[in-house]
């Protein structure tokens, strides 16, 4: 829980809840069309609770842009940050609409998924079966955004998702992956967790 | 001017327009982010421009789909297309404030700036300098997306922006170009603009 008596300003603190904000939004509608492509409930459960923390962040963010501001010029230039952060939480609530549609189960509509399909050539969910060379690996020793230009934005294991994942993670075998990226480097890494390409070599 | 009165239900029409307000919301978001990393006015009012589009096609969707729903199991299946029309509608939302930000120049405040951090790495603008290959090709004789993993989303040209170019667009020297992409991908078209990357090898 935030407590907000404690809240104290700091130049730092705004700009890293703006950048927080700001990737939490993009993640959440790549999540909240996975959630839909891939009609997983957990998905859109995890989509909702990373709304409500978007929603605490605004709230803090509001109160510290307000005691940020010094004179007119800051208030001025803060007004845009405030502005910006808006607009992240509007992104966010658009996901949640999304991943709401998944939990009540109404079902994609043929004319939904139509619209996803270039979202489908950018996200995958794949296993990572007992030969890929995945396993062992930290995101950190794959740098699967510079060789593959793919982002890992969670993966399922056993019962749990691990949402946007730390370069430390280590893969295990039988972990689902959702990814993001160019339809190249997403085909290469549906081989590498299916074993079928064994070496990553770009 | 759309003409509601002559409007007719087509099945494809609901698809069409879905699959536009999804594709332009995204266009938008990216837009309204190149408007404030390049502190470009002209695309910022492209943006506000593309949000009235979204607006329309939000209504003639909202019309098609009530004409659609022939029984229960229909309407329930229509209601989730409504759903993501809607939040489609939100992120184009969220793009038009960004946007208005640029156009009342407030100015980019450097907290701003920090969150754009990372896609300042996948969005680009580049000019088109005399001696690069681009010249005098089409978009769909160099496929970038498929050859690099960028898609060109705008083109500067004398003093109009061609927005969400299509294949058989011919590239001019003096365009200018804004981009998106892997980071790599982004690099090379840079190269390639400037005339110092001299093949398209891949």
Redesign the interface.
């Known amino acids: 829980m935030v407590d907000f008596e404690k809240i104290q300003y700091k130049?730092v603190s705004?700009?890293n809840l703006?950048?927080e904000?700001?990737?939490l939004s993009e993640l959440m509608?790549d999540l909240a069309y996975s959630a839909a492509l891939f009609n997983s409930r957990e998905l859109a459960e995890e989509v909702l609770e990373l709304e409500e923390r978007v929603d605490s962040l605004v709230y803090i963010l509001e109160m510290h842009t307000m005691l940020a501001a010094r004179d007119a010029e800051d208030a001025?230039?803060?007004?845009?940050?405030s502005?910006?952060a808006?607009?992240?939480d509007?992104?966010s609530?658009?996901?949640a609409?999304?991943a709401?549609?998944v939990l009540k189960e109404?079902?994609?509509?043929p004319?939904?998924r139509?619209?996803?399909?270039?979202v489908e050539e950018r996200l995958t969910r794949v296993e990572i079966v007992h030969n890929s060379i995945l396993i062992g690996k930290t995101l950190g020793d794959l740098e699967l955004?510079?060789n593959l230009?793919v982002d890992i934005i969670a993966i399922r294991r056993l019962k749990e998702w691990i949402i946007n994942p730390d370069e430390e993670k280590v893969l295990n075998e039988g972990d689902t992956l959702i990814a993001r990226?160019?339809?190249?480097?997403i085909k290469e890494l549906e081989g590498l967790a299916a074993g079928k390409v064994q070496k990553l070599d770009h």
């Open positions: 130049p705004v700009r703006l950048v904000m700001k990737d509608i001025k230039l803060l007004a845009g940050v502005r910006v808006a607009a992240t509007k992104i609530d658009a996901a609409d999304i709401i549609l109404i079902g994609i509509h004319i939904v139509e619209a996803f399909k270039k955004a510079a230009g990226g160019a339809p190249l480097g």
